[in-house]
Structures are given as C-alpha cells and as structure tokens.
C-alpha cells in the first residue's frame, strides 16, 4: 500500500527525517510512536507533501513524491492533522464535506461517503448543523477524523488523535477506529501517538521513531 523508502526532510538545513524506510500493508493499522520532535508528524506530512522531501513515497506501487500536494488527497489519502484545523464559520456537516467538493466529487458519490461517515461517528450526523468553531477541542478531532474520511478510501493518517482527549473521548474515538477497521478491511491507517499502549487494542504493529530514525518494527500479539 505505501512505501516510504530512504525518507530525508530538513527545515531550515536542520535533519528532521534521516532516512527513514516504512512499508504499510494494504488494511494494516501502525501506530507510528515516538517522543515529540522524533519526526511522528514531518513523515506524515511529506507523505501529504507538505514539506519538501527526498526518497520515495509509493502509494499502491505509483511513485507520489513527485505529485504536488493539493492532489494527493484524490488518491485515496485522509488526513487528520494534530491541530484540526477546521473552518470555524463553517457548520460541522460542511467541514466533512469540503473535501469532496475540492475533489469534485458527484452528489450521489458525496452523500455515500458522508453516510459511512456517519455510520461509523453518528454523533457528527447530530452536530452537524453547529458551527464548526463551537464544538470542543475533543469534539473537533471526531470532525477532522470524518473529514478525512471522506477521501480516505486507501489511506488515513492521523496525527496524535488521543492527544488532550478527555479519556471517555478517547474511548469513543477508540471505538471508532475499531469501527472504521471491522468496516473496510482494506483500508490502511496510520496513527501517530506518543504513548504506544492507547493502540494497542487494535493496531497489528507498532513502529517506534526516534531522532528522525525508525528504529522498530514490532507486531502486536493481540488485536480485540
């Protein structure tokens, strides 16, 4: 599904990503660990080509490292950054949208999108007329989760999703992913987060980072 392969990034002539060579299987969940600052989020970013990158980004066997930014999310790519950033004077509903009309995405294609949205996070379906800059911080992260579901057909990234949750917004978000995972199998995820045991119930591996490094691969024995 995606092969990153000798990943290099620095900002400001400062190394952040320092090779780093990652393979996600078609419908595998990784949580991508490490501590702040080890290059969690620079390596989903230049995945998304946000930030300028050399290497290879593979997705489905088509070389991406080349595709300008703006176009990589009409691959199949979600993602949820750790900040949110949703457009506060819009409603909820039009946060989830506002990728499928960036993609020129049909009505009939829209609607069963938003649908398996809904199915997995109902609460959104209910929020969805709110303006967008009222919900919580917590409530945000499940809107940014469905917005990034709405292109994320073969891949979602999800940058520190857990982080500042209130723990019973960490289990529904939890319950969710586990929701999203029973749905699609085929669907790839990964998910950054500094505290390896919230991903463990269903992750099938983790991948440690460090200092712009990857320096683990280990399977998960479990997943419930």
Not at 70 to 99: C, K, M, Q, W
């Amino acid at each position: 599904m995606l092969d990153l392969k000798n990943l290099h990034v620095s900002i400001a002539s400062t190394p952040i990503l320092r090779g780093v060579n990652l393979t996600v299987g078609h419908g595998e969940t990784v949580a991508f660990v490490g501590r702040n600052g080890a290059g969690k989020t620079t390596t989903l970013r230049a995945t998304m080509g946000l930030v300028a990158s050399t290497g290879d980004i593979v997705l489905d066997g088509r070389a991406i490292d080349k595709v300008p930014a703006h176009e990589r999310p009409g691959l199949g790519i979600g993602y949820a950054p750790e900040d949110r950033r949703l457009f506060s004077a819009f409603t909820v509903e039009e946060n989830i949208r506002l990728p499928a009309r960036v993609a020129n995405l049909s009505g009939d294609e829209t609607k069963r999108r938003l649908d398996r949205v809904y199915s997995i996070l109902p609460e959104l379906k209910e929020m969805g007329p709110r303006p967008a800059g009222s919900v919580s911080g917590g409530q945000g992260k499940m809107v940014a989760l469905g917005r990034a579901l709405m292109l994320g057909t073969k891949l979602v990234l999800l940058d520190e999703p857990f982080q500042g949750l209130a723990p019973v917004l960490a289990n529904r978000y939890a319950e969710a992913l586990r929701a999203l995972r029973d749905q699609d199998r085929s669907l790839s995820l990964i998910i950054t987060e500094s505290n390896p045991g919230l991903l463990k119930s269903f992750a099938e591996r983790i991948v440690t980072i460090e200092r712009g490094e990857i320096q683990q691969s280990e399977l998960v024995e479990a997943v419930h």
